[in-house]
């Protein structure tokens, strides 16, 4: 978790502005937010979410909560793991499939689908499925709490300073300090996309 005070403060700390006098509060809170928004195109486990969410019988599409950017999976249904199944794959073996019935045994989704997904066969009862989602999260004040881990608070920080620096287009400085912030976000950003990388091979290998 991020406290939108921690970071916002050490920001204006940063920029000698502990006082919000050139940047105010709701600038940075803006800057914050959209900081969230440019990792989560990138890294949308960085919010992950799991929830379980009912099932009607028959139901073979499923939504996810209003709050979800993106589906990442689905664990399980009525406690029976499910596994991913790619949506051509299941159309051409049961070109009917979404009119099938019975204890489910996959997930499925479009590639342009992001907040909803299948399953394969529809449920015969109701049922509850477990589902990990990546949540769209904002700070609306600076006495918000982002359920972000803490590891990302450098990357939030370099982002909020490359945009802060932006606000001086006309300064040769202030444009350098901008680039150099937003280089370190990039590098930031890919260096934890890599370790993470690493580190679920190495669990596999296990």
Do not use: C
Request: aromatic share 10%.
């Amino acid at each position: 978790m991020i406290h939108a005070s921690d970071i916002i403060n050490r920001v204006a700390k940063e920029l000698i502005d502990d006082g919000f006098v050139y940047w105010s509060v709701d600038e940075h809170i803006s800057n914050l937010n959209d900081a969230v928004s440019a990792i989560l195109f990138v890294k949308p486990e960085a919010t992950r979410t799991t929830v379980e969410v009912n099932v009607a019988t028959g139901q073979s599409r499923v939504r996810l909560p209003e709050d979800a950017y993106t589906i990442l999976s689905v664990n399980q249904v009525d406690g029976i793991g499910v596994q991913y199944i790619a949506m051509s794959e299941l159309d051409r073996l049961y070109p009917d499939w979404r009119n099938m019935t019975d204890t489910p045994s996959n997930w499925t989704k479009y590639d342009n689908e992001d907040t909803s997904f299948w399953l394969f066969p529809a449920p015969d009862a109701d049922a509850k499925a477990e589902i990990d989602y990546a949540k769209q999260v904002r700070a609306p004040s600076i006495d918000d709490t982002l359920p972000i881990q803490a590891t990302y608070e450098p990357v939030l920080f370099d982002y909020m300073l490359y945009r802060a620096y932006s606000k001086n287009a006309n300064s040769e400085s202030s444009v350098s300090r901008a680039n150099l912030h937003l280089r370190s976000f990039e590098l930031l950003l890919k260096g934890k996309s890599n370790i993470d990388v690493r580190a679920r091979q190495q669990i596999k290998q296990q």
